[in-house]
């Protein structure tokens, strides 16, 4: 889908002396789509509707909870413009400077793992987007207790948002370590292992990314971010490796046809197949089976 995406840059919300934002409003039709070079959390107050974030589109409804990490693209959008159907929203913005100390922070304390969390959260590079449920409602009062601090701005009201913010975070890595109880090292290094053995075992079936995180019981942003720790590759790159090298082997230990091994693969369209090939192997198919034939 075109669209035209706009860039928001976080000197408009920021002042000198404080680098957080809060911001409380009616998601309408209007607003563009956008990335920012600042971090946003934001929670889904009242309603629902829709959240289009990168090439995804999503139902939200009251509870939701993004975190949009520097470079994401995304746009909240009503269920309809029938004024009846509200989507409010509640989010703050930062600077990854405050994430930075932050991190020193928690690393001084021993906090480590939670430091290592929050690192992630930056920018997409490392991630799409972080999507948690505040099913025990923990968030969405802090969050308001800080939008009434940062409204007033009374005395000493900047340390109070640096500690709310760091509170909020905890919460944050609180909510996913309960509900992805298998950031456990052990159990995901377990997990992870029955999902590589599915897709080598089903090279020539449809595999998506949402039905390995399915497999994994956890959802696609959080597959993402574990997939790449345990991988060193993308999802993607890691399933167009395997299914190159399965040809290779196909294309010296068997008379198959090309075709064929394309669709053994899971390559319906022998065009794309062999444009992957000679990107991932710098030959065709045809001149690496003339040049390596072992039958």
Excluded at 281 to 291: D, E, L, M, T, W
Aim: aromatic residues 12%; charged residues 25%.
């Amino acid at each position: 889908m075109n669209r035209n995406i706009e860039s928001f840059k976080g000197k408009k919300y920021f002042s000198k002396d404080l680098f957080i934002y809060l911001n409380r409003l009616e998601e309408d039709f209007l607003r563009p789509h956008h990335y920012h070079d600042f971090i946003e959390i934001t929670i889904i107050e009242e309603g629902s509707g829709f959240h289009y974030v990168n090439e995804k589109v999503l139902k939200v409804q009251k509870g939701d909870l993004f975190v949009i990490p520097i470079g994401a693209s995304h746009v909240f959008r009503p269920s309809s413009s029938n004024s009846k159907n509200k989507l409010i929203v509640c989010n703050i913005l930062f600077d990854c400077q405050v994430l930075k100390q932050i991190v020193n922070t928690s690393i001084v304390h021993g906090e480590n793992s939670f430091a290592k969390w929050c690192t992630q959260l930056e920018n997409n590079n490392t991630f799409d987007y972080l999507h948690l449920k505040d099913d025990h409602d923990t968030c969405l009062p802090l969050l308001r207790s800080m939008f009434v601090e940062f409204q007033e701005k009374q005395i000493g009201y900047s340390l109070i948002l640096n500690a709310k913010l760091r509170e909020l975070l905890i919460k944050l890595f609180r909510i996913e370590y309960r509900a992805f109880p298998n950031l456990n090292p052990k159990i995901t290094s377990y997990a992870i292992n029955e999902v590589l053995s599915y897709m080598h075992q089903n090279l020539h079936k449809m595999i998506t990314l949402a039905d390995m995180a399915s497999l994994m019981n956890i959802s696609e942003s959080h597959f993402v971010r574990i997939f790449k720790k345990y991988t060193n590759q993308t999802f993607i790159e890691y399933l167009q490796n395997i299914r190159i090298e399965k040809s290779c082997h196909l294309l010296l230990h068997t008379d198959f046809s090309i075709k064929e091994i394309s669709y053994l693969v899971g390559y319906t369209n022998i065009d794309y197949f062999r444009e992957l090939f000679v990107k991932k192997i710098s030959v065709s198919p045809k001149a690496y089976r003339k040049k390596n034939a072992i039958l």
